[in-house]
């Protein structure tokens, strides 16, 4: 245990150590060349490291993924398009595509609007560092262990047994039969009920990012408002908003993503069945369990495609922001 | 663990351990990449017929005489792979017994023999339990596969393992009417269940046959392997006072004596002095006497009798005698049909009406899994 | 400036608190509905394993007798709980430092350097979020393993990895916090002389500590929760390095049998990366940017 005990000091001494040392480095090199090449250099030369991780953990994967998805399950000849023919013509998919979708609207607006919620709110009370705890502490318990509560949560035992479920037990004080929840597919219901207990997870992260920005809007701006007589929907309209708005699209496009990944609790949860198959829990199926890698890769690249759009406005936010900077 | 002490201590090596729910991941990136453990549960007959390449050819490592000897012969074929022994099996169990409580309903000395006299039974003791069966499908990812074992054994006894051979090799088609009658008799078992089917689907299969057990009894029959007895209410039920079995009843007298059993595979990744060692001790009597003892479990080695009581040497002999021996038929199916397979049984349970429509699209997915890659 | 907002004696005071009383109400409506799944949990994970299927956790409340320690105890008298709770930490805390120290110096180019292709590179590097983990295994195992580097079943494959996926969203959130400092301090830095090297350590950096702070609460907290990239890239090589993730789960991986002990190990595995947010949570302090906006 010495050894490792060693190298882990090494590494997270070392590591900051040499990055601090390269960046030094480089702008000593970068002094000796010059002037007008120093700008156009160094960007580079700060991106690098970061850019040698991405390239090899998820661009060179990537790439894999993309020629794959032209190719069979054995990867011994390409096939074309079939295996996007196969994604979007496959009864299965056509589902999990639409809970995606589900999970992609309803998960993004519930933890973004609450954590937006919480993170104002809590601002004003002084107990808000027990409050902000209250709403994060879902996000620090492990996804299996947050699914386990929740399968308490919306358990169903066949009458006359005792209902363990605290919803089923709340409806049961009221004399209202027991529901099999979430095997009610009905409007997407049992899918929503997933996503809840995603929100209850996330809606935490959200609360911390908008928290931190929200401290970094200055107090006097709003002083000077409240003072000109502004109501408090008038400064949030007028002050918070617009300048959240950088931080609240980091969020949202996070979130959106996050969705579109989510996978764990309905595995744990339901395993697709009961009409709440996801897009995600599709593409671990293929690659792990019915050996496709295939299938898996095209289902890898219809997500990376269907993220272009929220990338896009992205870029147009930046472009809109360098205007006003 | 406990099954590998006395080879930790006569070797002084030490067994490191690690259960997953993620094996198939596990094991898929790591005959990807070489980063595999030496030893390794197997996943299912259709992985490891995947996974041959990588998998060690256990012939010379395994006295493989006296492994033929001890083991019923279809398990050593199982675990055969273009002649090469890849794959043991280290616990096996007997699918398709009917439980019952001897309080409830006495049947330990002329249990029913044939289907009919099977639901005479229940005709007769209707007024004893609140349902005839009791019945759960509820396994996590594996959702469904207790009622895929109904239908196996339907299939078995209704259409003879002729059919079901050519079924789980894909040369009968779902859409069949050998297929479909024996979905149709389980669709009757579900109208007939405990709860009804929200409560087949919500139920996991370890806890399904506890109304067997209650007063008054919730049912009267469950059908589940052999494992069942380590299982739920009957691991603090008592053998032969509390519940008995006996086997699943012929329907067609043309098929009788047909057995389906399953088991867990063990494979051999990396070839090393210590697990050899190992895996040859694995597979021997005294070793798999630990598990047996434990109860729940039968052993492939038919050496192997230190069974606890006598249910479970009742099972470990209708393995070991079987007149016709089948294995579990979704599990020899390719993964992905035997996935659909479990979840098309969820939702018949829930939606017996669309019994044409999921059976035209096992057709489709037998189609694709089965095609060559 | 005298603040117009100091309070008044008087009626101004009871109206306000008036008016706050909805603000309270709220509030502490949420945090009772946040916390009710996970009270539900810790009650649980007192009782014993017969209780949970037979009655719900309220009743456990009416009938204290059935409390017990036991599944905790089983839980940290596993014999590697130690070793996983140590392996947690060798893992978790290089994966977070790294991860922060290479994404601030991207994150403070792609916010304050301008070159040719910025926001197209910026937009490329968000979008590798959507890669799932999953789909990487393979390739970068084959890169760990006897064919490539033969690392596997050491911490450095973890630290790596867990770097390489935190990286898009630690620049993505670092880039977004640089680029909202104001433009007029760096500006008269460089005229003051100032290389961008002092520009970063001396003024950006310490005007971004809430979203450092923010960010080295999540990349953490992932780390110490992970399961599966540790699984795959050290726990089927070598259990020994396993994080205490693996060992829980080896506890209930079993035809799903455990539950008990499954509440028991959330609340200990749950305990540090609280106490992590606790003290990172002072970071979160209103006026650091603000302060620098004088002038």
Request: glycine share 8%.
């Amino acid at each position: 245990m010495d050894q490792r005990l060693v190298t882990a000091i090494i590494v997270v001494l070392g590591v900051p150590a040499v990055l601090i040392g390269y960046i030094w480095l480089t702008e000593r090199l970068l002094n000796r060349i010059g002037q007008r090449a120093r700008p156009r250099l160094r960007p580079w030369l700060w991106l690098a490291p970061a850019l040698a991780f991405l390239v090899v953990f998820l661009v060179y994967p990537t790439i894999g993924s993309l020629i794959r998805s032209f190719q069979n399950a054995a990867g011994t000849k390409f096939v074309g398009l079939d295996n996007f023919a196969w994604f979007f013509t496959n009864d299965a998919s056509l589902i999990a595509l639409k809970n995606s979708l589900i999970w992609l609207v309803v998960l993004t607006a519930l933890t973004v609007g609450l954590g937006l919620l919480v993170a104002i709110l809590v601002d004003r009370v002084r107990y808000e560092t027990v409050a902000k705890s209250v709403i994060f502490v879902p996000l620090a318990i492990s996804m299996v262990a947050a699914s386990v509560i929740w399968k308490f949560m919306y358990d169903y035992a066949t009458p006359p047994d005792p209902q363990v479920g605290t919803l089923n037990a709340a409806l049961g004080s009221a004399g209202i039969a027991p529901v099999a929840w979430i095997q009610i597919s009905d409007f997407s219901f049992n899918s929503i009920l997933l996503v809840i207990v995603m929100a209850w997870m996330w809606t935490g992260f959200c609360m911390v990012i908008l928290s931190a920005a929200l401290k970094g809007i200055n107090p006097e701006l709003l002083e000077a408002a409240r003072v000109d007589g502004a109501s408090e929907r008038q400064l949030f309209r007028g002050i918070t908003l617009p300048l959240l708005a950088p931080t609240l699209a980091v969020v949202i496009t996070t979130m959106v993503i996050t969705a579109l990944k989510a996978f764990d609790i309905v595995y744990v949860m339901t395993s697709g069945h009961f009409d709440t198959q996801v897009v995600a829990f599709q593409l671990i199926n293929e690659l792990y369990n019915f050996s496709n890698p295939g299938r898996a890769s095209a289902i890898g690249i219809v997500l990376l495609l269907a993220i272009v759009p929220v990338m896009a406005l992205n870029i147009r936010r930046f472009r809109a922001q360098e205007a006003i900077r | 663990m406990a099954m590998v002490k006395p080879w930790e201590t006569q070797t002084g090596a030490t067994v490191k351990y690690t259960g997953t729910r993620d094996l198939n991941t596990v094991l898929t990136t790591g005959v990807a990449s070489g980063v595999l453990p030496d030893l390794a549960g197997l996943p299912g007959p259709g992985q490891m017929n995947q996974w041959a390449d990588s998998l060690v050819d256990l012939g010379p490592i395994l006295d493989v005489a006296t492994y033929k000897s001890e083991t019923a012969a279809p398990l050593v074929d199982l675990g055969t792979v273009n002649g090469k022994l890849v794959g043991v099996f280290i616990k096996t169990s007997v699918k398709g017994l009917i439980w019952y409580d001897p309080k409830t309903v006495d049947l330990s000395s002329s249990p029913p023999a044939t289907w009919d006299a099977l639901q005479t039974a229940i005709t007769q003791n209707k007024s004893k339990a609140a349902s005839p069966w009791c019945l759960g499908v509820e396994s996590g990812a594996a959702s469904g596969w207790a009622g895929t074992d109904w239908i196996e054994d339907l299939v078995l006894r209704q259409a003879g393992p002729d059919v079901y051979n050519k079924w789980w090799q894909g040369k009968v088609k779902w859409t069949d009417p050998a297929i479909k009658t024996a979905f149709q008799t389980f669709g009757q078992v579900v109208a007939q269940a405990y709860g009804g089917a929200t409560a087949v689907n919500a139920t996991n299969f370890a806890n399904a046959g506890d109304p067997l057990f209650k007063t008054p009894p919730g049912c009267l029959f469950l059908h589940q392997a052999s494992f069942i007895t380590g299982l739920g209410g009957f691991k603090t039920a008592k053998s032969g006072t509390d519940y008995n079995f006996f086997p699943f009843p012929d329907i067609n007298a043309q098929f009788t004596g047909a057995i389906e059993g399953a088991g867990d595979l063990f494979g051999m990744f990396h070839d090393t002095p210590a697990a050899r060692s190992l895996m040859a001790y694995l597979v021997t009597a005294p070793a798999q006497d630990i598990w047996v003892k434990l109860g729940g479990a039968i052993s492939a080695n038919k050496k192997a009798t230190d069974y606890p009581d006598d249910i479970s040497k009742r099972s470990a002999d209708l393995l070991a005698n079987a007149k016709v021996f089948v294995f579990d038929a979704s599990d020899l199916m390719p993964t992905a049909m035997n996935a659909q397979f479990w979840t098309d049984i969820v939702t018949y349970v829930q939606h017996p009406d669309q019994l044409d429509a999921l059976l035209a699209d096992l057709d489709k997915t037998q189609k694709d899994a089965y095609a060559a890659p | 400036m005298t603040a117009a907002t100091t309070q008044t004696a008087g009626p101004g005071r009871a109206s306000r608190f008036v008016r706050r009383v909805p603000l309270h109400v709220v509030v502490i409506v949420l945090m009772v509905v946040w916390l009710i799944p996970t009270i539900g949990l810790l009650v649980n994970s007192l009782r014993p394993p017969e209780a949970l299927t037979q009655s719900g956790w309220w009743t456990a409340i009416f009938s204290p007798s059935q409390f017990t320690l036991n599944n905790y105890a089983h839980v940290l008298a596993q014999s590697n709980v130690t070793a996983g709770f140590v392996n947690s930490l060798f893992i978790s805390i290089p994966a977070t430092v790294i991860p922060i120290m290479v994404a601030a110096f991207a994150a403070y180019a792609f916010a304050w350097m301008k070159f040719p292709g910025r926001d197209i590179l910026f937009v490329a590097v968000v979008g590798l979020l959507v890669v799932p983990l999953q789909s990487t295994f393979i390739p970068i195992l084959q890169l760990y393993g006897p064919k490539g580097l033969n690392i596997a079943g050491s911490f450095l494959t973890v630290w790596l990895a867990h770097t390489g996926y935190g990286l898009p969203f630690a620049i993505y959130l670092l880039r977004n916090f640089m680029g909202e400092l104001p433009r007029e301090v760096f500006e008269s830095a460089a005229i003051d002389g100032a290389s961008p090297v002092t520009a970063f350590f001396r003024l950006a950096l310490p005007m971004t500590v809430p979203a450092i702070a923010a960010l080295a609460i999540f990349q953490f907290l992932f780390v110490w929760n992970d399961l599966l990239v540790s699984l795959i890239f050290i726990g089927a090589q070598n259990p020994d390095n396993a994080p205490l993730t693996i060992v829980v789960s080896n506890l209930v991986s079993s035809l799903g049998g455990g539950w008990q002990y499954l509440a028991a190990a959330a609340f200990v595995t749950m305990a540090l990366p609280l106490a992590v947010f606790l003290a990172l949570q002072r970071y979160f302090v209103r006026g650091i940017v603000g302060g620098s906006v004088k002038g």
